[in-house]
């Protein structure tokens, strides 16, 4: 009994920061992530399928995306095709690897390296991270 009250605590307390972090004022709307990145509705829906934006489903059909995925020049962020195959299909992975710090980026995030034009270490380390997950 007390095993599925603690299952579902950890569930509650998921959900809970998942909703923290997209109401975080650095999540966009797909329309303001668009604006921002110069994508209009069905090239930024086109982008996020093929995982060129890491973008997260609120509900219905609501997307939520953060905006330091965009370069000042209104590139997208390197590599992040490469970092969901490292680490599945999972927005939530591929953004906890990103924003989290990591001991082979002297415990600044993964995000920061790529932001600076730097995706190969990135991308190893998340392949890395991926195969030890799934060993």
Do not use: C, K
Not at 81 to 106: K, N, R
């Amino acid at each position: 009994m007390g095993g599925a009250r603690s299952v579902e605590g950890v569930g509650r307390l998921r959900r809970e920061i998942g909703h923290l972090i997209l109401s975080r004022p650095d999540m966009l709307s797909a329309e303001g992530f668009g604006q921002l990145a110069g994508l209009g509705p069905a090239e930024m829906e086109r982008r996020r399928l093929r995982r060129e934006v890491l973008a997260f489903e609120v509900g219905d059909g609501r997307i939520r995306a953060p905006m330091w995925q965009v370069g000042g020049d209104r590139s997208l962020l390197p590599a992040l095709p490469l970092l969901f195959e490292a680490l599945g299909d999972d927005p939530w992975s591929v953004y906890l690897f990103l924003t989290s710090p990591h001991p082979q980026f002297d415990w600044a995030a993964p995000l920061q390296t790529l932001r600076n034009g730097v995706t190969a270490p990135v991308v190893a380390a998340a392949f890395e991270q991926g195969l030890e997950a799934h060993a």
